[in-house]
């Protein structure tokens, strides 16, 4: 028999009852997802929260939020934040690295404003978090940034004098606890765009149970340079690679200040 033919009898086997269970299965969950999505979509988000008397704009359900897992966060994974007095009320965008879900819980411990976090579409779409994050506002997004979507609405919510918080590198950094992994697009654009204030912020070593975090708040910085001007893409990538540059620095002058305390502690 030719070689030909053997070929094409081996590859027209009947797949295995468990092949075609898997199949049905993946199906069934295909199908689940689309209709869950639909569903979701249909709803109107809960997008913008009005501002109260004094002028914040107060997510009740974030507030709830903060009072009962910042024991519970503070027990397991200890920090320390510094600089987090310089958030001024109304809007701006956190800017900062990433390195587990926990991560989303330092910009919220610095203001009882509430914030609207940037994360993966497919969180919006799961039964019992998917919920929640669509009332607390949290704006979905592609991992690769190009929904136009979620820029308009985030800009909404910006113009609307609320703040946003969202981590460049797109997904949590296992790789390194030094280098950042390569930011995405969209920080630079939004703050230009809208006018908006950037807080950086620099988690300066990776969480660990019961080991203590230092988290730094750097001054808010305005990218005025590029306000009112035809701006290419090279243009918002610089202007991203200098917030990437930014927290760099402040992990660094960080260092240099705990190094410091620690030659004082010495010598007395």
Same mark, same amino acid.
């Given at each position: 028999?030719?070689?030909?033919i053997i070929?094409?009898?081996?590859?027209?086997?009947?797949?295995? /009852? !468990?092949?075609? #269970?898997a *199949? @049905?299965?993946?199906? /069934? !969950?295909q199908? #689940?997802? *689309? @209709?869950?999505?639909? /569903?979701?979509?249909k #709803?109107k988000?809960h997008?913008l929260f009005?501002?109260?008397? #004094?002028?914040?704009h107060?997510?009740k359900?974030?507030?709830?939020?903060?009072?009962?897992?910042?024991?519970i966060?503070?027990?397991?994974?200890?920090f320390?934040?510094?600089?987090?007095?310089k958030?001024?009320?109304g809007?701006c965008?956190?800017v900062g690295n990433?390195?587990c879900?926990?991560?989303?819980f330092y910009?919220?411990?610095?203001t009882?404003?509430g914030?609207h976090?940037?994360a993966?579409?497919?969180?919006?779409?799961?039964p019992?978090i998917?919920?929640?994050?669509?009332?607390l506002?949290v704006?979905?997004?592609?991992?690769?940034g190009s929904?136009v979507?979620?820029?308009?609405?985030?800009?909404?919510v910006?113009k609307?004098?609320?703040k946003?918080?969202?981590?460049?590198e797109?997904?949590r950094?296992?790789?390194?606890?030094?280098?950042?992994?390569?930011f995405r697009?969209?920080?630079?654009?939004?703050?230009?765009?809208?006018?908006?204030?950037i807080?950086?912020?620099v988690?300066c070593?990776?969480?660990?149970?019961?080991r203590?975090?230092?988290?730094v708040?750097?001054?808010?910085i305005?990218?005025?340079?590029?306000?009112d001007?035809?701006?290419?893409q090279?243009d918002?990538?610089?202007?991203?690679?200098k917030?990437?540059?930014?927290l760099?620095?402040l992990?660094?002058?960080h260092?240099?200040?705990?190094s410091a305390?620690k030659s004082?502690?010495k010598?007395?």
């Amino acid at each position: 028999m030719p070689e030909e033919i053997i070929n094409e009898s081996a590859e027209i086997q009947p797949k295995t /009852k !468990k092949q075609q #269970k898997a *199949e @049905k299965k993946a199906l /069934k !969950k295909q199908r #689940k997802l *689309e @209709k869950r999505m639909e /569903k979701c979509n249909k #709803k109107k988000l809960h997008l913008l929260f009005p501002a109260n008397k #004094k002028g914040k704009h107060v997510m009740k359900r974030l507030n709830f939020m903060r009072i009962i897992f910042y024991p519970i966060h503070s027990f397991f994974y200890p920090f320390k934040m510094y600089g987090p007095h310089k958030i001024g009320k109304g809007a701006c965008i956190y800017v900062g690295n990433h390195y587990c879900i926990w991560d989303v819980f330092y910009p919220a411990h610095t203001t009882w404003e509430g914030i609207h976090f940037l994360a993966k579409d497919s969180l919006m779409y799961k039964p019992v978090i998917g919920r929640w994050a669509r009332k607390l506002g949290v704006i979905a997004a592609n991992r690769d940034g190009s929904d136009v979507r979620t820029l308009m609405n985030a800009m909404k919510v910006l113009k609307n004098g609320e703040k946003i918080s969202l981590f460049p590198e797109g997904t949590r950094n296992k790789v390194s606890d030094r280098e950042f992994l390569p930011f995405r697009g969209g920080a630079a654009l939004l703050a230009i765009k809208t006018k908006t204030p950037i807080v950086p912020f620099v988690i300066c070593n990776r969480p660990r149970v019961f080991r203590r975090t230092h988290v730094v708040f750097g001054d808010p910085i305005t990218l005025d340079e590029y306000y009112d001007r035809k701006l290419t893409q090279e243009d918002y990538d610089k202007a991203d690679e200098k917030l990437k540059n930014r927290l760099y620095e402040l992990r660094e002058q960080h260092e240099q200040y705990l190094s410091a305390k620690k030659s004082k502690k010495k010598k007395k």
